[in-house]
Each structure stands twice: as structure tokens, then as C-alpha cells.
């Protein structure tokens, strides 16, 4: 066996494990995300040296069997995971015990892995269904009306997306009588195979809460549990956005429409997730909806790549994935810590006299600075990579919209922010601090590698120019 | 071929049907049963898209199977679901 089918039997081995032994599930749960973001690194370093790693499953090659491809894409969304769901597991670990988190945290590891892994459609559509089960069960964990409520509806929309993708990829064997990879640019070549990419894409834009169709994700993300709701909003809805970016890559962007169609979408996220979040009271609701207007930039970037996809512009799709998941996670648990210390997490209610703020909402500040994309923060990189290639391409007013993007999302977290790390006479001379907790650290952590990230780019950079198989 | 031909008709007019039901009931059971009529019509098309000149096609067949398989466990747990959301309600 070799690392790469490892990568993804190991979580879903431990998944089987925290279910059966439920008082060591934290133990066990810590042990295999430790082991994940092992193989995860070696995996990159042997990317790095020798390029990109095939393994036909059982030696059964396509298009009858199933080939996991480990590329430079593959492993910076592999090392994404291992990263996130280290600060995360550090944190569940610490806090109380739910029930029923390790193993279906595990399971989402594991079905992301072999999403990001999988040269296989139908094999992707499988990886899809365990997410989005795992993803909910996450949601439902918290246990209130309004989170079984969101999982309901959470459920519902991804069952219907990927009833979608299934419709799309049957149609697609059908054209092309083959289900991997190497079906997709021959998709492009005929009527009915551009339908089955476009069911396929509309399916994936349901999972991925893109706008107009992401009614159902601010519910689901802010009703979770912290950690819960981190692991959502940095890494599941990334799965279905790695796949868009993959399928363009493969051949998919040669369908125009489908290409300015999502960048039209990707717009109109990014404006209609920042308008909500400048209105919302709640701060989780604040950050869920920052999330859709990020996953909006993301899609502007993977449409405006062009066929065949530019450089500059698919890796500033990868490295904004990247640093949103860094970022958003770092936020999430900052949040969680922030509402924990307050009891509530009302924005008008930040500013207080009793309480300074302390490392969680420093964390969220470092967080903001990498969302809204300053200087030297991993969200720089990937900006500055986007609309270097977008001057270079002469879209100008694809510049505008990721400026009047970018003015919001600071807008909108500076309502926080402002509020958060104002000192001054409405504090308290006897206020106290709050006092350190595990989440601090690993929502600091977080945000200190979405800060480092930006000086480290070289890294990720050099792994996504490895060239494709 | 003519069989054929309804068979593509209806599975797509309960795929729209459904679709339809989806986007505008908020009862939850409405909307389990509207997923399984979604999933009935996608299933009926990928049946005719397996039924060729020289016999059946296998994969496809395979296809409507695995989705069969994920759709009783989903509604599974759709309805557990909505049996809390109920629970949750009455308290």
C-alpha cells in the first residue's frame, strides 16, 4: 500500500475506531489528524522532488478503475486539511466532550482527502456523499432547534446538488462511455456533453454555496458548534470549489459560458455576502456571510482564468482557498472563545467595560487582516497574484469589483475589529482579562499561519507549478 | 424506441416536477418526498441512457443503484432529523 491510498484510509480506519471506542475518541481522533498531516507533508515532498504521484487502485487503470492523482493542486488542499484539522482537533480535544465529533470530524477528513485525491467522477460523487452526511451530522451536533433546523436544510440542499452531479456525470458516460478525468475535455466537444458539465457545475455551486443558490449556509454555519462550524466554512464547501477548479483544469474552461457564468455568480457573492454581513447582528451570522462573499471572489477567479486557464490567475484561486481556510477557521474558534467569555455574541454587545479583550479577539484581527488581503498576510498573495493577471488580461472591471469586494470586507470586519480592540475610557480601570484557554492558542495559531503563509508563499506557489499529469 | 422515449419524457417532468416542489414547500416532509421523486426521475434517465442498440449498459444500472443506496440512507437521516426538529419544537 502506498502513501496515497493511506492518506485516505487512515481517517476513515480512525473514524470506524473513535465510533467503537468513544471514551479514547479524542486520543484516537488527535493521534490519526497528527498522522494525516504527516503523510500529508511527505506527500508534498515527494511532489516537490519528482512531481506528480499516480496510483491505480488495485491495478485496475482507468477508465475501469479508479486512479488517485497526488498533484501540486491535490496536496496544497491535502496540507490545507491536515493544517485546519490540527488547530481544530486541538481545540475539540481540550474542550467538552461531544459525542459523536471525532467520528464524524474523521469521516470528513477522510472523504475530503480522497475528493481531493480522486481522478475518478463517479468515485468524487461517493467522496460527496460521505462530506456531506459527516458535514451534517457536524451541524446537527450542536444540538439546538436552530441547528437542527440548518441541518435539515443543509441536507437537503447537498442531496439535491449532488442528485445533480450524478445526473451530470451519467450523462457525461453516456457521451463519452469513460467517468474519469479524461472525460471532461472531450465533454466539451458536443452539445450534450456541455449539458452534463453544466448539470455537473450546478450541482457543484449548490455544495459550494455559491451565490444565488447559498441560501442554505449561513444557517448551518452559524448555528454549529465552534468547531464544528470551522471545519464547515474553512474546509467542506472548499471541497466542491477544489472540484470547479479541477474540472476547469481538465478541460472544463473551454466552455465559455459556463466559465462567465461563474464568474458573474462569483461577483454577485462576493457583493451579496459582504452587503449581509455589514447588516448582520449576530457575529457568527458576520462571518458565515463573509464566507459567502469569499467563496464569491474564489469562483470570480477560477471563471476569469480563461481557456486554456492562465497561470497567475487559477493559483490565485488556490492560494485565496488557502488562506480563506486558514483564516476562517482561525476566526470561527476565535468567535466560539469570544462568545464563551461573553455569553453571548450580540456585535452591539462587544464593547464592554468589564472585560479587555484578549488573545481570541486578537486572533480574529489577525484573521480579518489576511481576509480583507493587506500585506503580508497569505490573502495578499493570492490578490495580488488575481488582479497581477487580471491587468495583464486587461479585465478592468473585474479589478473594480475585487476593490469594492475588498473596501466592504474591510468595512464589514472593522465593525468588529473596532469594537473588539478599542482601549480607552469605556474600559474599566479593574477590568480583567480573560483568561488563556486551548481554543485561544489554536485559533492564534491559525491566524499566525495565515499570516506566515504570505512570507512562505514561495512554497505553496512552487508545489502548484509542479507541472499537471 | 418509443417506450424509451416516454420513459426520458416522465423522468424528466418528475425531475421538474420535484425541483419545483423543492424551491417552494417549506413543510419538511413535503420536501423528503420531493428529494425521492427528484431521485426516481434522475434514476428512470440514467435507465434509458443504459438501454442501447446491442442490450443494456451495466454502468449505468451500477450508477442508479449506488444512488438508490445513498438516497434510503439519506432520507434516513432526513427524517431523524425532522423527528428532532419536531421534538426540539414541542419543548
Given at each position: ?5 493511506l ?7 480512525a ?16 493521534l490519526a489528524?497528527?498522522?494525516?498531516a504527516?503523510?500529508a507533508?511527505?506527500?508534498g515532498?515527494?511532489?516537490l ?7 491505480a ?5 482507468a477508465p ?19 493544517i ?7 481545540q ?11 467520528p ?7 472523504a ?13 460523487y ?13 451541524t446537527a451536533?450542536?444540538?439546538t432547534r ?10 437537503t440542499?447537498g ?17 463519452t ?10 465533454l ?15 450541482g457543484l ?6 451565490f444565488?443558490l447559498h441560501?442554505?449556509?449561513p ?6 458548534a ?22 476547469s ?7 465559455e459560458f ?5 464568474a ?9 455576502g459582504?452587503w ?5 447582528e449576530?457575529l ?16 470570480l477567479?477560477i ?45 452591539s ?8 479583550p484578549?488573545?481570541a ?6 484573521a480579518?487582516?489576511?481576509?480583507v488581503g ?23 472591471h ?28 469605556h ?9 488563556w484557554?486551548?481554543?485561544d ?11 506566515l ?8 506557489i ?8 | 424506441?418509443?417506450s ?8 424528466a ?10 424551491a417552494t414547500?417549506?413543510?419538511?416532509l413535503?420536501r ?16 434509458v ?9 451495466a ?9 438508490i443506496?445513498v438516497?434510503?440512507?439519506?432520507t ?6 425532522a423527528?428532532?426538529?419536531a421534538?426540539?419544537r414541542?419543548?
Amino acid at each position: 500500500m502506498s502513501d496515497i491510498s493511506l492518506i485516505v484510509l487512515l481517517p476513515l480506519l480512525a473514524a470506524v475506531l473513535t465510533a467503537a471506542l468513544p471514551r479514547q475518541a479524542a486520543a484516537i481522533g488527535t493521534l490519526a489528524t497528527g498522522l494525516n498531516a504527516f503523510l500529508a507533508a511527505n506527500l508534498g515532498r515527494q511532489i516537490l522532488h519528482s512531481g506528480t504521484v499516480t496510483e491505480a487502485i488495485g491495478d485496475w487503470t482507468a477508465p475501469l478503475g479508479i486512479t488517485f492523482d497526488a498533484n501540486g493542486l491535490a496536496s496544497v488542499m491535502l496540507a490545507m486539511a491536515a493544517i485546519v484539522g490540527l488547530a481544530v482537533s486541538l481545540q475539540a480535544a481540550a474542550g467538552p466532550a461531544r459525542a459523536g465529533f471525532w467520528p464524524l470530524w474523521m469521516a470528513t477528513l477522510g472523504a475530503l482527502n480522497g475528493l481531493f485525491l480522486s481522478s475518478d467522477l463517479f468515485n468524487i460523487y461517493v467522496a460527496f456523499e460521505i462530506l456531506g452526511l459527516a458535514a451534517v451530522g457536524l451541524t446537527a451536533l450542536a444540538g439546538t432547534r436552530a441547528s437542527l433546523r440548518a441541518a435539515f436544510d443543509y441536507l437537503t440542499a447537498g442531496l439535491v446538488g449532488s442528485l445533480l452531479v450524478l445526473l451530470g456525470i451519467a450523462l457525461s458516460y453516456s457521451v463519452t462511455g469513460r467517468v474519469d478525468m479524461e472525460a471532461v475535455a472531450m465533454l466539451t466537444q458536443s452539445d450534450t456533453g456541455r449539458i452534463a458539465l453544466a448539470l455537473i457545475a450546478a450541482g457543484l455551486v449548490v455544495k459550494a454555496a455559491l451565490f444565488p443558490l447559498h441560501f442554505w449556509m449561513p444557517g448551518a454555519h452559524s448555528s454549529a458548534a465552534p468547531a464544528a462550524s470551522a471545519l464547515l466554512s474553512a474546509l467542506v464547501v472548499k471541497g466542491a470549489l477544489y472540484l470547479v477548479l479541477r474540472l476547469s483544469l481538465e478541460g472544463g474552461a473551454g466552455t465559455e459560458f459556463l466559465r462567465n457564468t461563474l464568474a458573474v455568480l462569483g461577483a454577485g457573492g462576493m457583493l451579496w455576502g459582504a452587503w449581509n454581513a455589514l447588516r448582520a447582528e449576530r457575529l457568527k451570522l458576520l462571518v458565515a456571510h463573509s464566507t459567502v462573499a469569499q467563496i464569491g471572489l474564489i469562483a470570480l477567479a477560477i471563471g476569469v482564468a480563461g481557456n486554456p486557464l492562465e497561470t497567475g490567475l487559477w493559483q490565485a484561486a488556490a492560494l485565496l482557498m488557502l488562506s480563506h481556510a486558514l483564516a476562517k477557521a482561525a476566526m470561527f474558534l476565535a468567535v466560539g472563545r469570544i462568545a464563551e467569555a461573553l455569553g453571548h455574541d450580540r456585535i452591539s454587545g462587544l464593547n464592554r467595560e468589564e472585560l479587555r479583550p484578549g488573545p481570541a479577539e486578537f486572533a480574529f484581527a489577525i484573521a480579518a487582516i489576511s481576509l480583507v488581503g493587506l500585506p503580508p498576510t497569505a490573502g495578499f498573495i493570492g490578490k495580488w497574484f488575481l488582479i497581477e493577471g487580471l491587468i495583464d488580461k486587461g479585465g478592468i472591471h473585474w479589478i473594480a469589483l475585487i476593490l469594492l469586494g475588498t473596501a466592504l470586507s474591510a468595512a464589514y470586519l472593522s465593525r468588529v475589529v473596532s469594537r473588539c480592540l478599542r482601549g480607552g475610557p469605556h474600559v474599566s480601570a479593574t477590568a480583567r482579562r480573560p483568561p488563556w484557554r486551548t481554543g485561544d492558542v489554536a485559533a492564534l495559531g491559525l491566524a499566525t499561519g495565515a499570516l506566515l503563509l504570505g512570507l512562505a508563499a514561495a512554497l505553496p506557489i512552487s508545489l502548484l507549478e509542479t507541472p499537471f499529469a | 424506441m418509443i417506450s424509451d422515449f416516454a420513459f426520458l419524457i416522465s423522468g424528466a417532468g418528475l425531475i421538474c416536477l420535484a425541483l419545483f416542489r423543492l424551491a417552494t414547500s417549506a413543510d419538511l416532509l413535503m420536501r423528503v418526498l420531493g428529494l425521492n421523486v427528484l431521485a426516481i426521475g434522475i434514476a428512470m434517465v440514467l435507465l434509458v441512457s443504459a438501454r442501447g442498440a446491442e442490450g443494456t449498459d451495466a454502468v449505468p444500472q451500477a450508477f442508479t443503484l449506488t444512488g438508490i443506496v445513498v438516497l434510503v440512507g439519506v432520507t434516513a437521516a432526513l427524517l431523524a432529523l425532522a423527528e428532532r426538529v419536531a421534538e426540539a419544537r414541542d419543548e
